[in-house]
């Protein structure tokens, strides 16, 4: 089975905070992704990774950044964390186009004070 | 821009039901569509993946179909239990590996 794992599944920061939200998985898929999911806004891409070294910008990078030094490992990280970091964060795998079926972890629900 | 819907956005079922989840996106130049399963405070669970050149996929209980031309998948589950309750979320993926999701339907079925 896949299996995506995350670091924390709760995480109580303040403001200001350097966060690191860690993503191991154990399929050798060259595709890693960072979600957040807030109520009413859904699910939304904030980068993601084709490979070791690359990262590419999702849909709300701003705030974010990331690094992918192994395959296997994804980081978020949130540089000066912000009360409107506050989310669930979602870490997902796949392989590329076109069995690229995405796996994803429990999520980390972040509270940021 | 694809925009992905579903509808409806929630549903309330007694058990033993069949019913069915609706989601449309606007691109139909798409790789491949998959549908998910996300329990309250929980990650997502991929159910299953249709392929662009694929009509269906079936998974025990689950079956799920793909009209690309007109832009509609439907998630067709059989005999529901209450242990089916969950949100269900479709996403769609381009050339770019990216999925662009819905808006997802909650379902409860009671007993």
């Known amino acids: 089975d896949v299996k995506v794992t995350q670091s924390s599944r709760y995480l109580v920061k303040r403001t200001g905070e350097k966060v690191f939200l860690e993503c191991v998985q154990d399929?050798?898929?060259?595709?890693m992704f960072w979600y957040r999911q807030d109520p009413g806004l859904g699910l939304r891409l904030i980068y993601f990774?084709?490979?070791?070294?690359?990262?590419e910008k999702g849909d709300i990078p701003e705030g974010y950044s990331v690094s992918r030094e192994k395959k296997e490992r994804f980081s978020l990280i949130l540089e000066s964390a912000s009360t409107n970091q506050t989310s669930m964060y979602l870490c997902?795998?796949?392989?590329?186009?076109?069995?690229?079926?995405?796996?994803f972890g429990p999520g980390t629900r972040l509270t940021v004070l | 821009k694809q925009e992905v819907t579903q509808i409806p956005a929630a549903l309330s079922v007694p058990e033993g039901e069949n019913l069915v989840l609706n989601c449309s996106f606007t691109d139909s130049a798409i790789y491949n569509l998959q549908w998910f399963r996300q329990d309250p405070g929980k990650g997502l669970t991929s159910l299953l993946l249709i392929q662009s050149s694929q009509r269906e996929q079936t998974s025990g209980r689950l079956n799920a179909s793909l009209d690309k031309s007109s832009g509609r998948s439907t998630l067709y589950i059989a005999a529901s239990q209450p242990g089916d309750s969950a949100t269900y979320l479709c996403a769609v993926t381009d050339h770019t590996d990216k999925l662009i999701f819905g808006t997802g339907t909650r379902l409860q079925v009671f007993p």
């Open positions: 990774s084709y490979d070791v070294k690359m990262k």
């Open positions: 997902a795998s796949s392989f590329r186009t076109p069995d690229n079926e995405q796996f």
């Open positions: 399929m050798d898929h060259e595709n």
